[in-house]
């Protein structure tokens, strides 16, 4: 069995990131993906190498969303594109979409359309903002939605610095997932009632979400604390510090008190525990920056490994800042199945980021590889029973391509 969602169909008409990486999501674990796009295909596909300014065959970003899909390649401008889509459609479990709200209308293929068609079909759709008030339809991308208005990228901006910019696809895939997780939770409502629903998430939900602890304080209290630099947070013990050949290295001391002792270990600086600035969380507190500072002498005596040595040794948790080059090369990472190796269109095998999900009853594997733009249009038109002769008649007229 490759994965828990075998035998699910699923149908995507979705661009860019955040839809396609549901399907993405949805086909590792099982689901048959068939993705639609445009004859001139999702805009995806080129970009990324375009805008790397990168000579190379292949799109990373647009593989780690896309691998074993199907792709049908339509003009749902035409009345017959629109007819294939309802096919495909009667033939699925679920759909997926982050179109806008006006094309998704004007193609026949909202929720309030579809639902009295289709019954059992689950509805799943991405937005920026939103499904009601006055910026519902407003164009938005994660950089806008989810980082920047949803105060994410405000939380990590300290006074007086420029915001720090978002790397790609960062709430697209927070939002991919919990659509994810909605949509299957819908298939199992399906189950019991014999009925599909409209699953619904947007990228500023997703951020806001992200960004509960602060969110819910001024909810509830009025105030949110604002971005902290490291030499600002009240607690030492969790907080950047950068060893003697330059690495840094996060504390992770959140239980002040119980972790005090260790540090005061690793450090060897027993003189420490009695000190009367440093000896309980609230004076610690009071004196952080003093003793952040005591820190920083200290830890520039050794390198990194050295202090991770330490550190193990006297039970204080800790952690490396890692670069993503490191991140691949992490045995670590590969140990718990942070990568899989993908099947490629030649037969050959490389490396890719793997889903964030296990199953230990009904493993998956990727399905396949990343589909040409239009591969299986003619493959699918036959299995929903249109012959040669019509399939040619839908090239001539521009249907397909």
Do not use: C
Not at 8 to 16: K, Y
Not at 186 to 201: C, D, H, I, N, Y
Not at 338 to 344: G, S, Y
């Amino acid at each position: 069995m490759a994965g828990p969602l075998e035998g699910i169909r699923v149908l995507e008409l979705g661009f860019w990131v955040a839809g396609p990486a549901v399907g993405g999501i949805l086909g590792d674990w099982g689901a048959e993906v068939v993705k639609v796009e445009p004859p001139r295909g999702d805009p995806f596909r080129g970009l990324y190498v375009k805008s790397a300014g990168l000579d190379v065959p292949i799109n990373p970003p647009f593989e780690l969303d896309n691998r074993g899909k199907r792709s049908v390649a339509l003009d749902l401008g035409t009345p017959e594109g629109r007819e294939i889509a309802g096919k495909l459609l009667e033939r699925s479990d679920v759909f997926v979409t982050n179109l806008q709200r006006e094309a998704l209308e004007r193609f026949g293929l909202d929720y309030e359309t579809l639902a009295p068609r289709f019954p059992r079909l689950v509805y799943a759709q991405v937005t920026g903002y939103g499904e009601r008030g006055p910026d519902r339809d407003r164009p938005a991308y994660d950089i806008g939605a989810f980082w920047s208005r949803a105060g994410v990228v405000a939380a990590l901006t300290p006074e007086g610095s420029e915001p720090p910019y978002q790397r790609g696809g960062f709430g697209d895939h927070i939002t991919a997932i919990s659509a994810a997780a909605g949509v299957v939770t819908a298939l199992f409502a399906r189950e019991r009632t014999g009925r599909g629903q409209k699953v619904s998430t947007s990228l500023l939900r997703a951020g806001i979400y992200v960004m509960g602890f602060d969110t819910n304080t001024a909810l509830r209290l009025g105030t949110v604390p604002g971005p902290m630099r490291r030499t600002d947070l009240p607690n030492p013990l969790v907080t950047a510090y950068r060893a003697g050949d330059g690495r840094w290295f996060w504390l992770l001391g959140l239980e002040g008190d119980r972790h005090w002792p260790d540090l005061v270990r690793a450090v060897e600086r027993p003189e420490w525990l009695e000190d009367p600035r440093f000896s309980t969380m609230t004076a610690r507190r009071e004196h952080a920056r003093e003793l952040i500072a005591l820190l920083d002498d200290v830890f520039a005596k050794k390198t990194l490994a050295e202090w991770g040595e330490a550190f193990d040794r006297a039970g204080m948790w800790w952690a490396p800042v890692r670069s993503t080059a490191e991140v691949v090369r992490d045995p670590q990472a590969w140990a718990s199945g942070a990568f899989v190796e993908v099947p490629l269109g030649d037969g050959s095998r490389a490396p890719m980021v793997s889903g964030p999900v296990d199953f230990s009853e009904t493993p998956w594997q990727p399905r396949g590889p990343v589909p040409e733009l239009g591969q299986h249009t003619e493959e699918v038109l036959l299995e929903l029973g249109f012959d040669w002769e019509k399939i040619a008649e839908l090239k001539d007229r521009g249907v397909i391509p």
